[in-house]
């Protein structure tokens, strides 16, 4: 999946040495991380994050510390899927980034893992629509009610 989101294996790994390179800048190296005017931006004209409405509060520096590439394209979510002994829960949607990576896990784990599908929920409703939050943090609760009582 990383190679297609970040135009391939050559492409992945020049942002891992990028990453290893910042990582040796004691003063650490930042690119600014959404904008609607800077080309540069990690992410340009990105939906939600160039929202100040939503993903692009006063709060957040608005920065991408380029020493944290490395980890970040390198973290495989979905190998220890097979391993998984403690009961999960998954909350996701098709309209959600990467739903494939939620079907590829749920292919390789065993029986203790199990779905709550929400129709037409992208990512970004999942931080901070209300009716969604609620909805996933309900049967968010209920899975550790039967599973912690």
Same mark, same amino acid.
């Given at each position: 999946?990383? +190679?297609?989101?970040?135009?391939?294996? #050559?492409? &992945? $790994? +020049?942002?891992?040495?990028? =990453?290893?390179?910042?990582?040796?800048? #004691?003063?650490?190296?930042?690119?600014?991380?959404?904008?609607?005017?800077?080309?540069?931006? @990690?992410?340009? $004209?990105?939906?939600?994050?160039?929202?100040? +409405?939503?993903?692009?509060?006063?709060?957040?520096?608005?920065? %991408?510390?380029?020493?944290?590439?490395?980890?970040?394209?390198?973290?495989?979510?979905?190998?220890?899927?097979?391993? $998984?002994?403690?009961?999960?829960?998954?909350?996701?949607?098709?309209?959600?980034? @990467?739903?494939? =990576?939620?079907?590829?896990?749920? $292919?390789?784990?065993?029986?203790?893992?199990?779905?709550?599908? @929400?129709?037409?929920?992208?990512? %970004?409703? %999942?931080?901070? &629509?209300?009716?969604? &939050?609620?909805?996933?943090?309900?049967?968010?609760? #209920?899975? %550790?009610?039967?599973?912690?009582?």
């Amino acid at each position: 999946m990383v +190679n297609a989101i970040y135009g391939g294996a #050559e492409s &992945v $790994q +020049n942002l891992i040495e990028l =990453g290893k390179e910042a990582s040796r800048d #004691e003063a650490g190296t930042y690119v600014e991380a959404a904008s609607t005017t800077n080309e540069n931006a @990690l992410m340009y $004209q990105a939906p939600y994050y160039t929202e100040t +409405n939503r993903g692009l509060v006063p709060e957040y520096d608005n920065l %991408f510390n380029v020493a944290s590439w490395e980890g970040w394209l390198t973290y495989d979510a979905v190998a220890g899927a097979p391993e $998984q002994d403690k009961p999960v829960l998954l909350v996701g949607s098709e309209a959600m980034a @990467l739903p494939g =990576g939620t079907h590829e896990y749920l $292919q390789r784990a065993g029986d203790n893992v199990s779905v709550v599908w @929400l129709d037409s929920v992208t990512q %970004f409703d %999942f931080y901070d &629509v209300s009716e969604v &939050v609620k909805t996933a943090s309900e049967a968010v609760a #209920e899975h %550790f009610r039967k599973y912690t009582c």
